[in-house]
């Protein structure tokens, strides 16, 4: 895979302003424990909402030049800057090519295994992703009182 002469197949079902394709670099090059994708946004578009995970991540600005909103503020970056994301909040982020007329390419590295927890400040939405069971992922408000339950309830004593 050649991240720079690759085509990027850009998400069909992806509502408008968040306009940005994904390749998995680093499955793709047989790597197992980093996750390792490459992102094209189009112009004017988010790759994704502003978030915060619980393990590190980092950006690789390969061409064009993004903006990254982080809690101290909005960075514009180009091509070759790296920007590492601590885990937490500390580390929210967003991503976003607002800075030009053609779509930018990034790397973003992470560590891989399920689930992944993610928080949506903006939104107030916490969310569990798993790869490997679907039927434990979840989106929920932090502020829905009835997503807020005791650490017993519903447990029976076996």
């Given at each position: 895979?050649?991240?720079?002469?690759?085509s990027?197949?850009?998400?069909?079902?992806?509502p408008?302003?968040?306009?940005?394709?994904?390749?998995?670099?680093?499955?793709?090059?047989?790597?197992?424990?980093?996750?390792?994708?490459?992102?094209?946004?189009?112009?004017?578009?988010?790759?994704?909402?502003?978030?915060?995970?619980?393990?590190?991540?980092?950006l690789?600005?390969?061409?064009?030049?993004?903006?990254?909103?982080?809690?101290?503020?909005?960075?514009?970056?180009?091509?070759?800057?790296?920007?590492?994301?601590?885990?937490?909040?500390?580390?929210?982020?967003?991503?976003?090519?607002?800075?030009?007329?053609?779509?930018?390419?990034?790397?973003?590295?992470?560590?891989?295994?399920?689930?992944?927890?993610?928080?949506?400040?903006?939104?107030?939405?916490?969310?569990?992703f798993?790869?490997?069971v679907?039927?434990?992922?979840?989106?929920?408000?932090?502020?829905?009182?009835?997503?807020?339950?005791?650490y017993?309830?519903?447990?029976?004593m076996?």
């Open positions: 895979m050649n991240v720079f002469s690759s990027f197949p850009l998400d069909p079902d992806g408008p302003g968040w306009a940005a394709a994904a390749l998995e670099v680093g499955r793709s090059a047989g790597g197992r424990e980093l996750v390792v994708r490459a992102f094209e946004i189009m112009p004017g578009a988010h790759l994704c909402p502003y978030h915060y995970e619980y393990v590190e991540e980092w690789l600005v390969l061409t064009g030049e993004v903006s990254v909103r982080r809690p101290a503020g909005i960075v514009a970056l180009v091509a070759g800057a790296v920007m590492c994301f601590p885990a937490g909040p500390s580390g929210a982020h967003q991503v976003s090519n607002t800075h030009g007329e053609v779509p930018a390419r990034v790397l973003m590295f992470s560590r891989d295994g399920d689930p992944v927890v993610c928080v949506y400040p903006d939104s107030d939405k916490l969310a569990v798993n790869r490997a679907k039927e434990d992922e979840l989106m929920v408000r932090r502020s829905d009182p009835g997503s807020h339950l005791d017993f309830d519903g447990e029976v076996g």
